[in-house]
């Protein structure tokens, strides 16, 4: 899967492909006994919101029909447990993540949640899915797609393992254009979030390459272009809280 000779960028620097990976393991590894705190104080709690958009736009079946989502880059279980919370009891969720340190943090609160049987962890690449054609009823992709190293792959793998009639959902952060908001955002960013995190978790570098990942991530037209040439169709997006997140979506017709 990898090309050779070719980079990528790893935050503001630039890396061979082939490292990205180990180097996004790496920060994951670093910070996921402490990664929903950080969501939370990241984001003033804003996170829970933009999450519950994407499971209100993902309106999962409340009755017996069995429904199958593949929640990928979903380590500690937050959208399928929101999900599972949503739906009715057909509903069975498979998080698949590449880092085994956030999916034992994942299977440690569906255990709490006693969501063992409807919630499952396996770990695997968004590149290649060691999944079925055809086999869910729905995708979502939360805070992931930007660290995965080659984002086109991810999407045809998406394309792949979705039924037809099935919808992708994907909720990552996105490019502030509010004047005022963009110049606040950065300030905030750049300056209080890679102490807070060295605070909280001990490690700064992690959260300095998260809020660059940002800035390097494509705006949503482009990505939304992205999706398309993946072969989806229908595809959208919207913008939330002044335009630091967007919601995508595409359906697999």
């Known amino acids: 899967m990898d090309r050779p000779g070719e980079t990528t960028h790893f935050g503001f620097k630039d890396v061979p492909l082939g490292d990205k990976q180990t180097l996004v393991n790496d920060v994951f590894h670093s910070v996921a006994s402490r990664y929903d705190l950080m969501n939370d104080l990241m984001s003033g709690g ?83 899915l060691a999944f079925a054609d055809r086999s869910f009823d729905a995708y979502t992709i939360a805070f992931g797609i930007r660290n995965v190293p080659q984002i086109d792959l991810a999407l045809r793998e998406a ?10 959902l994907c909720l990552e952060f996105s490019t502030v254009e509010m004047p005022g908001l963009d110049k606040l955002y950065d300030l905030f960013s750049f300056k209080v979030i890679p102490p ?25 037209n482009a990505f939304a272009d992205m999706i398309r040439e993946a072969g989806f169709s229908r595809v959208s997006w919207q913008t939330l809280s002044g335009g630091i997140v967007a919601l995508h979506s595409g359906w697999r017709l």
Not at 159 to 168: A, E, H, M, N
């Open 196 to 220: 807070l995190g060295r605070m909280i978790t001990g490690d700064a570098e992690s959260y300095q390459y998260l809020v660059e990942s940002i800035r390097k991530f494509p705006k949503p």
């Open 159 to 168: 394309y792949r393992v979705l039924k037809p009639g099935s919808r992708f």
């Open 46 to 128: 804003l996170h829970r919101v933009w999450k519950d958009i994407m499971i209100n736009a993902l309106n999962p079946p409340r009755g017996d029909r069995p429904f199958a989502l593949l929640d990928v880059a979903g380590g500690t279980g937050d959208i399928s447990f929101r999900a599972a919370k949503a739906a009715g009891p057909g509903f069975h969720a498979t998080v698949c993540d590449i880092n085994s340190d956030m999916l034992a943090v994942g299977r440690e609160r569906a255990a709490k949640r006693h969501l063992e049987t409807q919630v499952d962890f396996v770990e695997g690449n968004a590149e290649a």
